[in-house]
DNA sequence: CGACACATGTAACACGTTACATGATTTG
DNA sequence: CAAATCATGTAACGTGTTACATGTGTCG
């Protein structure tokens, strides 16, 4: 529903057609979740189905805006005003992942913990690169792009707290001849 | 995917059937996520349609267990080896929310932050609670526990990060007659 | 003119979710 | 017996996603 409330927010501030809207989409949330245009063009008719949104007339060029109802500056003020709970997130499927392959017989669980760090690690140096370059650009990207730091962040710091928990409650299969990676227990991410 | 993913990976441990699938999952995720009993027929019949797993002979109890197939282990495999990457995770609610409410006029960030800071910090002390009396659980459902844990965590210190920026970016609308609320600006969270 | 960006729209599909119908088995 | 639990399955719907078809205006 990130989609359908967002591009509902963003008709208060009036009137758009979708080209715009997905404009001021990316605007906001920046290049982190392109938007295809089409998603634009389907969530309006839903958002027209279900009377939150009214088709203006045809412009000159061919544009065609759409405008916020009543009931659909409602919803937003309600969107706004209401917290998101656990339980309306989607399933996390790194953790899924992970829960999992505690449980299956067969997969070294390790080498999943240590491919993920990898992977996470690449994606914070990313941002980090990201954020160093756009240090002039909007304060909404700026928060988003802050916002995935600090996520990947936390899942290091989680990933490597599986890891001790791993080997707290898992002796190690076989001795390990080579230091498979370079890093603590207990590992500085700051 | 990650309930098509997780059910497969469950499979591999030998044939099951619908409940004890679903049972299986949630004794690994915990009560986090609780997985409607249809949802486990529907993935399984999109599952057996690609090829991924098979239906076994009807047991005298009525049961049809599923078993895997040799490209629903590849898959699996696959699954297991491949990172999660920031590309292929679900659009963040609360992000684009604080995002898209900073360009909306009209709308109170602050309150906003604030709102969801107070829900997050509850879900912290559940969370805690949680964990503190389900000690003697399964070393897969405390790490799931876990990183809900961090996750929440990371939410908290990005919301006082967003509110340190936006003061520091845009001044305080009017004069606050009452303190909004008791925390310091870099809160403590350990 | 041709290429490109702007702009709209639809059809088909994916996964996830819920509600509902149905039956077998256990247990008080 | 009645109720609860175990167990399967389907129908309908929601959002999100992509691919495709189509048209307009601009600019080299």
């Known amino acids: ?9 963003l008709l208060t501030a009036g009137p758009r057609y979708g080209y715009q809207l997905r404009a001021a989409f990316e605007e906001s949330t920046g290049a982190t979740w392109p938007l295809n245009i089409g998603q634009v063009y389907t969530t309006l008719s839903r958002l027209e189905r279900d009377g939150l949104v009214r088709p203006l007339p045809e ?32 399933r996390d499927e790194l953790v899924i992942k992970l829960a999992i392959a505690l449980t299956t017989p067969g997969v070294d669980v390790r080498t999943v913990v240590q491919t993920q760090r990898t992977a996470t690690m690449r994606t914070l140096q990313e941002l980090t690169r990201l954020k160093a370059g756009d240090a002039a650009s909007d304060l909404s990207w700026r928060l988003v792009l802050d916002a995935m730091i600090f996520q990947a962040e936390a899942e290091v710091r989680w990933l490597d707290h599986c890891e001790a928990s791993l080997t707290r409650h898992r002796p190690s299969p076989a001795a390990p001849e080579v230091a498979p990676a370079g890093h603590s227990e207990e590992a500085d991410v700051s």
Chains 1, 2 share one sequence.
Do not use: C, K, N
């Open 1 to 9: 529903m990130s989609i359908r409330h967002g591009l509902l927010a």
């Open 59 to 90: 412009e000159d060029g061919g544009q065609r805006p759409y405008e916020i109802t009543d009931a659909g500056r409602a919803e937003v003020e309600r969107w706004f005003a209401t917290a998101v709970t656990r339980t309306d997130r989607p």
